[in-house]
């Protein structure tokens, strides 16, 4: 997929646009020779996303100014050719590079991203989902390196996704690939901001986690977590589930092993559509690893169909955790399959 080494000059900047932060990195080739990457970050920058009124312009413009920055840090001469920039974004990504729709960006669809903001910087800019780039970075340079079917899910405030199948990125006929987090899995369930009933990403992501502990609140129970929240059920949040799971409060635990069993849910059933070698798992929720996999590997063994016939796909979590989508994002000039 990716070629074995970079063209005369080329450095690679990455941009993962989130919904309050965008983070921008630049990427060179290794020069420890103990590092097994061929690639490095070498500089890491933040912005505030823009949101209100007017933000879609305010969206180019500061991505262009992060790219901007970026690219001078790499080639203070300003030769703009000397760089690539990829950037992820979390919403439907047509084809072509047009951001369709973005529920966590405000005023923000039907946006031509790589277009106007390659003209801003005088170079090609490639765009893709932001979870399709994390996916990217963990298959080529992280803890999937090697496999050729692997599943991204990021458990964050939802669920994102990327697929790879074959060894080749997976967009879709859309390309809408990867939307795994409105997978519906129970259709009387709460609603989800997408409109519908009952999608996957209400129970098996970091909000789902809160809801799952505030329920678990009511009648004076999960008081270690309650007290977390200074004493407000209606204040629970996942991390206060995850620091008194950690510190090894029953209730906790219990909140966390139905959690897990919502996650395997969406795993078991990916799992019999797809058939991966890997599962990634993504997101800000990858901050609590040691407290999830287990359960989370118990539940899916349990619920796959026919897991005594075939090699189980391995779950791991994120080996670039936060800065996978923007390292994903500067790899996409040099996959054969990535999008404009």
């Known amino acids: 997929m990716i070629g074995s080494e970079l063209p005369p000059a080329r450095r690679l900047v990455g941009i993962d646009v989130g919904g309050t932060k965008s983070l921008g990195v630049t990427m060179s080739p290794t020069r420890d020779p103990a590092n097994a990457r061929a690639l490095e970050v070498t500089v890491e920058k933040r912005l505030l996303t823009p949101r209100g009124d007017g933000s879609a312009d305010d969206l180019i413009d500061t991505l262009a100014a992060l790219a901007r920055s970026l690219c001078g840090d790499l080639d203070p001469s300003g030769n703009a050719e000397a760089v690539s920039v990829g950037i992820g974004v979390p919403g439907l990504v047509h084809r072509g590079g047009r951001l369709r729709a973005a529920p966590n960006l405000d005023g923000v669809a039907d946006l031509e991203i790589a277009e106007r903001v390659g003209e801003r910087l005088g170079t090609r800019v490639w765009v893709d989902n932001d979870a399709t780039c994390a996916a990217l970075a963990e298959w080529q340079l992280g803890v999937a390196a090697g496999c050729r079917d692997v599943v991204l899910v990021t458990l964050g405030t939802g669920i994102g996704g990327g697929l790879v199948a074959g060894g080749r990125l997976q967009h879709g006929v859309n390309g809408y690939a990867g939307e795994f987090g409105h997978m519906v899995i129970n259709p009387d369930g709460p609603r989800c901001p997408c409109g519908r009933r009952g999608c996957w990403e209400r129970y098996a992501s970091g909000s789902g986690l809160a809801m799952l502990a505030r329920e678990a609140a009511t009648g004076r129970r999960l008081r270690a977590v309650v007290e977390l929240a200074d004493g407000d059920p209606r204040a629970v949040r996942g991390e206060h589930v995850q620091a008194a799971a950690r510190n ?51 539940w899916f063994r349990e619920l796959l169909y026919q897991p005594h016939l075939r090699t189980l796909p391995q779950i791991a979590f994120s080996e670039w955790g936060e800065l996978s989508g923007a390292v994903g994002a500067s790899l996409l000039p040099l996959v054969d399959d990535a999008r404009r």
């Open 248 to 298: 090894g409060d029953p209730e906790a635990l219990a909140v966390v092993d139905d959690f897990a069993r919502y996650v395997a849910i969406g795993l078991s059933n990916l799992t019999n559509a797809l058939d991966p070698e890997m599962f990634v798992l993504g997101g800000g929720l990858a901050a609590g690893a040691d407290i999830y996999l287990a359960p989370i590997e118990r």
